[in-house]
């Protein structure tokens, strides 16, 4: 080497350690630059090298330094690149070997690149150095990425580069500036490399100190792989020697206190800070940086300085710390908190579970021994700053975070060697789980966190909206997602202020329409309108019209389109920020409930400020079936537009130069965006939160104890048939059912309080997912609002179900503990109630016969399902369960927009023809109950819709109330909605006393008694059962008489009774000879019949009254030749197409549609498969028909008798699995395709 000039050696030698397959051979380099830089210039002999001398060298040097570190450790391919974003400027780094590049960049800004406000000569140095080595990787990195654009490459051979490319990039490698600090520049000879301890260091990265590198001759840079493990020590030391240290240090840590603070804000929400805690004469969280209060946990941190020499006795100072104050806190009865805004409240030690975590970060290089005075364990946590900000960036909540410390501590003795951050890489790649190895312990390869870490942060910086909103609002926004996969729409959040907007994007650049920011006026309604219809609204119809907006705007000015500002009137009220546009937004009436002002701002940005009054909209749109609410919206910002660049324009010109606009380029349409007010029937659904979603955790939990069970029982690893399989079912249900009894059990009534609110808040999402489908236009309803419906809506369905029969169970079981419920804890109980409802809904679909499912126990004991081919195509009949769902919705929405409701809900009158049967019916009620029918409904109806006063405070928005109370509410309601509506069975007007009402309450109630004979609950079995919450929503507490419900299950349950009763069906089984019974039979047959004459109607509509007969019972009206009475009996409806030549044979079944798996075997028999099945009768009239066509044809007036065909169907309302069923020629047509069918079979 001494033989060459060092200038090109350095050069040259640097450039082959960033071909790409030498990244894992970083260490090789390093040990070359540092034999090289510990000779002087003198020693150097300055000959010219040659590309093969150089190669030769290279090449040797390789394979003699073969054991110089393990290199065999998973390399991400260094053109993967992922960026960086600092102060609006997107970088790319060098990943090298350095374990964690990005968080270590991450690190490094949050500790020394402070905001202006801390500005110091030492912190300038710090940026510019900082910002000098990541300008100078990334256009490196560019330069790389543009060289092997069109070249196959592989990364993990050691390789010489070609000649052309030694060349190229060795230029890439000077200084553009000479730097003249000593401090950062290494020159030749000023270090030594000559013992083994001098190794060491280089393999531990405490050996390079430096930046730069400097000959006589030039100045280069370091090893870009390297830079990122310099700065801790190269910025430590500048601070260090800073004249000013201990206000640098102080400005550091405050500073680095306050980014800690905003991540946990963001994480947990600044609504959990807690300013102080102590008792009445003492402060214990003075020394504390930071308390967090969320369900029952008290998260006590503490930070320890991370310029600080002594990381070991820093660690156990902050130990003391918080176990001072956390033993202050539990030898307190009770504890003062002093929450955001000064808010001040008491809570009993008991209830809280304390958790101290401390937060280090070394700065130094290479790995540190740490020796702790104490141990870890789940109340007393110790993590680095880079592992808590990234188990705060991928957990997806609070509640995840305590479920992975639980898991991380049960699993503590299972993990062999694995250190804590590639525990969190493990627990999310296993559904939020640590997978069980039974006995075994688990071993990690040592990257298994880097491999996981950078193939997320490559996947997401694939979409470069994250680099366009640094570029727009640095630092402002942490929460980014893409909810249009059509279009380039996203939302954005601070989830710390709650600060939001909808974005566009658009080639390279953003339009933005921000929510207004939280504000004191500001209404819920109004706030929601924002979110979820104006700023979507705007958003997607401006990406609809984007193109020629931008044309318009372009003919205008140079001035770009930056966004819209929401602005509710609410909020202009004293506000200063809007105060000069208050003649704009006093002019926001009924018929312009939306003004926009353009205008450009300081910026030279074109601004648009939307203000807008929600109930005025509502008001003005309520009746509109069209898109007209999108259409005056957008008009109103392309005619804000106008107005600031034609100003000199008439109104008439303005006008016209709009509404030729909207006839060239906008699309009338459906209503796809629209709101409504509060719900008529339920008072406080606007004020309610979101329910507690489901935790993949607690789920895989539950996979687990299924496993130990199996491990236990020593269950053969095979696969099992369905008879087999039922067995397993049954022990697996009991095993469960014993593990949820005897965590129930264990819980105060807090428990039921907790599952009845979820319950409530499951409904409403329900609601609310219904209505914002059923405001969807067809052209909204694509694939992926379809998908994401389905998703939603399943998931409802499942905790719906899972959480009733949670409730069911507590009242079976009954809360004999003194355990207080927390989410987390929730979250496990939920997970085993799920689990429960799911192995009874596959063990008695495979009892029954209608599915085969067979188990399968695998390796590990993984207990997977095979499901056999079945009675019916079970995916077929789940696709049209959702699209019916859609349907559903509209007819919803239809409802409510109408402002129908209370009349629809509560008149029970169909039509004069059907008083003597629901007077039969109030009659029968009365008899068996006491009460009848109509009252009944009238009570469920109040509670499902009427604001009932009550001091209980507790799980919102369950309402917890003394029985006497409830009667009186009742009853004060029922003389405001009903006493002057007329009696079905008299003239007289309605009344109800409170004996009736109690009646009423008894019987629709629940209570800790209801199942006192019932050892074990199966949820379908309880179908069959009056005892379940669908129709029974009212619990009493058995404690000073109360009752609980809420609005939206009572509204669930009034339409299940409506639905049930008015169908003639009862919703459980009743005596056969009761008079009730009697009275619903007669309703059935009613209903029967008037479902034939509605398919009558939809036939004579279409093919007039001259082509059908309705119920021909006597054949020989159609022909002489013909019996009166032939054994193929009555045909429901037979119609003819003369334009298709086809005979209808239609039979209308008005079947009520059960979901019991022996009530859908029972179901499959009837229609299809039984002896004398529905299927058989209707082709024996198709028989008869076929075997006599001519005569039906001549009775019909047909003279061109060939080629006809003969079709049969049922005509059904419900989707029922025998339409899915396969192998049956036979058409199954829902009443409202009727139509169709008859005009479009071929």
């Known amino acids: 080497m001494k033989q060459y000039r060092p200038e090109t050696l350095l050069k040259w030698i640097q450039t082959c350690s960033i071909y790409l397959g030498n990244q894992r051979y970083q260490l090789r380099f390093e040990l070359l630059l540092a034999i090289i830089l510990s000779m002087k210039d003198d020693d150097f002999e300055c000959k010219e090298l040659g590309y093969d001398d150089f190669k030769e060298f290279i090449t040797n040097f390789k394979d003699k330094t073969n054991h110089i570190a393990i290199e065999d450790f998973y390399i991400f391919d260094q053109l993967n690149l992922v960026p960086y974003f600092y102060k609006k400027d997107r970088f790319f780094f060098f990943y090298g070997i350095t374990e964690r590049p990005y968080e270590s960049l991450r690190i490094i800004d949050w500790i020394f690149l402070l905001p202006s406000k801390f500005s110091s000569i030492e912190l300038s140095h710090i940026q510019q150095l900082f910002l000098q080595s990541l300008t100078f990787q990334t256009k490196l990195l560019a330069e790389l990425k543009n060289e092997f654009a069109n070249n196959s490459y592989n990364i993990d051979d050691f390789q010489v580069p070609p000649q052309d490319f030694l060349e190229k990039f060795c230029c890439q490698f000077l200084v553009p500036v000479s730097v003249s600090n000593d401090n950062f520049v290494l020159k030749l000879g000023e270090s030594s490399f000559e013992t083994l301890e001098d190794l060491k260091k280089l393999i531990e990265g405490d050996y390079f100190k430096h930046l730069y590198i400097k000959t006589s001759k030039e100045q280069y840079f370091m090893l870009p792989q390297l830079q990122i493990e310099l700065f801790p020590s190269i910025f430590l030391d500048i601070i260090i020697n800073s004249s000013d240290i201990e206000n640098q240090t102080f400005n550091i840590l405050r500073n680095l206190i306050s980014r800690f603070r905003l991540l946990c804000g963001r994480f947990f929400s600044p609504k959990n800070f807690i300013i102080a805690i102590g008792n009445k004469t003492e402060r214990f969280s003075m020394k504390i940086d930071l308390l967090i209060l969320f369900e029952d946990f008290l998260l006590l941190f503490k930070l320890v300085n991370p310029l600080s020499k002594e990381l070991s006795e820093g660690i156990n100072e902050a130990h003391e710390i918080l176990e001072n104050c956390a033993k202050k806190i539990q030898n307190e009865e009770d504890i003062y908190l002093v929450g ?336 409504i007010e509060t719900p008529a029937w339920n008072p406080q659904i606007s004020k309610y939160p979101p329910y507690q979603k489901t935790h993949q955790g607690d789920q895989e939990m539950v996979i687990k104890h299924v496993k130990a069970y199996f491990r236990e029982k020593s269950i053969e690893k095979r696969e099992y048939s369905p008879e087999e399989s039922k067995n397993i079912y049954n022990k697996v249900y009991r095993f469960l059912y014993e593990k949820l009894r005897e965590e129930i059990s264990s819980y105060d009534l807090n428990l039921l309080l907790k599952a009845y609110a979820e319950l409530e808040l499951i409904e409403a999402r329900r609601y609310r997912l219904l209505m914002e489908t059923g405001m969807k236009s067809d052209e909204l309803l694509d694939f992926n609002y379809l998908k994401y419906f389905r998703k939603g809506l399943g998931e409802i369905i499942n905790l719906s179900s899972s959480t009733r029969f949670l409730i069911e169970n507590i009242l079976n079981i009954g809360l004999t503990g003194r355990k207080k419920i927390n989410a987390i804890d929730y979250g496990y109980l939920q997970a085993l109630s799920s689990y429960l409802v799911m192995i009874s809904q596959r063990s008695d679909f495979t009892h029954s016969g209608v599915l085969d499912n067979l188990i399968q126990i695998k390796d590990h004991y993984k207990f997977d399902e095979i499901q056999e081919p079945t009675t019916f195509d079970y995916e077929a009949y789940i696709d049209k369960e959702f699209k019916g769902k859609i349907e559903l919705s509209r007819n919803f929405l239809e409802i409510e927009v109408n402002q129908d409701m209370q009349n629809e809900k509560t008149n029970s009158i169909l039509d004069d023809n059907e008083r003597d049967l629901l007077t039969g019916l109030e009659t029968a009620f009365l008899e068996n109950f006491g009460f009848n029918f109509t009252d009944m409904m009238r009570v469920l109806f109040i509670l499902g819709t009427s604001k009932v006063e009550t001091k209980k405070q507790g799980f919102f928005p369950v309402i917890r109330i003394k029985t006497k109370d409830l009667v009186n509410e009742i009853l004060k309601h029922y003389k405001t909605q009903f006493e002057k509506i007329q009696e079905i069975s008299s003239s007289e007007s309605s009344s109800i006393t409170k004996t009736v009402i109690i009646n009423i309450i008894d019987y629709l109630s629940l209570d800790f008694k209801s199942y006192k004979n019932e050892d074990i609950l199966l949820q379908l079995k309880l179908l069959k059962k009056k005892e379940r919450l669908t129709i029974c929503p009212l619990i009493k507490l058995n404690k000073d008489d109360e009752i609980i419900f809420g609005h939206e299950c009572c509204h669930v349950s009034f339409n299940l009774w409506r639905h049930f009763i008015l169908s003639g069906v009862f919703p459980f089984p009743l005596s056969t000879n009761s008079s009730l019974s009697q009275a619903l039979n007669l309703i059935h047959s009613y209903r029967d019949k008037s479902f034939e004459d509605l398919c009558g109607e939809y036939v004579k509509d279409v093919l007039g009254e001259n082509n059908y007969i309705l119920r021909l019972k006597k054949f020989n009206n159609i022909s002489e030749d013909l019996p009166k009475f032939p054994a193929c009996g009555e045909i429901d409806l037979l119609a003819i197409n003369p334009a298709n030549k086809i005979i209808f044979i239609l039979d209308a079944k008005n079947y009520y549609l059960k979901l019991h798996p022996s009530d859908i075997k029972n179901q499959i028999s009837k229609f299809l498969t039984k002896e004398n099945s529905d299927f058989i009768k209707l082709k024996k009239k198709e028989q008869f028909v076929s075997e006599n066509i001519n005569l039906f044809l001549d009775y019909f007036k047909i003279e061109d008798k060939s080629e006809w065909k003969i079709k049969k169907a049922f005509v059904i309302k419900y989707n029922f699995q025998s339409i899915y069923v396969p192998n049956y020629d036979v058409d199954f047509v829902f009443e409202e395709d009727l139509k169709t069918y008859i005009t479009k079979s071929k």
């Open 340 to 675: 955001e805004e000064n808010h001040s409240y008491r809570i009993p030690t008991k209830e809280l579970h304390i958790i101290t975590i401390i937060i280090f970060k070394s700065l130094g290089p290479g790995f540190h021994q740490i020796k702790l005075d104490f141990k870890t364990n789940f109340s007393e946590q110790i993590f680095s700053l880079k592992d808590l900000i990234a188990m705060f960036e991928l957990l997806p909540s609070n509640i995840s975070f305590i479920k992975y410390l639980q898991e991380r501590e049960k699993y503590r003795n299972k993990l062999f060697n694995i250190n804590g951050i590639n525990i969190l890489a493990l627990y999310l790649m296993n559904n939020e789980s640590i997978p069980d190895s039974g006995e075994q312990k688990m071993l990690l390869y040592p990257h298994f966190w880097i491999d996981y870490y950078t193939k997320h942060l490559f996947e997401k910086y694939k979409d470069n909206i994250y680099e366009l909103v640094e570029k727009n609002y640095p630092y402002k926004y942490n929460y980014v997602k893409k909810w249009d996969e059509e279009q380039d729409l996203y939302e954005c959040f601070d989830t710390y202020s709650l600060q939001g907007a909808n974005i566009i994007k658009t080639e390279n650049r953003l339009i933005w329409i921000f929510y207004p920011p939280q504000h004191q006026n500001l209404d819920l309604d109004d706030f929601r309108f924002a979110m979820q219809v104006v700023g979507p609204m705007y958003a997607d119809y401006l990406q609809r019209i984007l193109n020629p907006l931008n044309e318009i705007l372009a003919s205008y000015s140079r001035y770009k389109f930056h966004g819209l500002y929401l602005i509710p009137i609410q909020m202009c009220k004293n506000d200063p920020k809007v105060e000069n546009f208050k003649e704009i937004w006093l002019k926001v009436n009924l018929d312009d409930p939306i003004i926009v002002k353009s205008f450009i701002n300081s910026n030279f940005k074109l601004i648009s400020l939307v203000f807008y009054d929600f109930e005025l909209w509502c008001e003005k749109f309520k009746n509109s079936q069209k898109n007209d609410n999108c259409k005056y919206a957008i008009s109103q910002f392309l005619r804000s537009i106008i107005d600031l660049f034609e100003a000199e324009l008439v109104e008439q010109e303005k006008t016209f130069k709009t509404e030729e606009f909207f006839r060239m380029h906008f699309k009338d349409g459906e209503k796809d965006y629209l709101t």
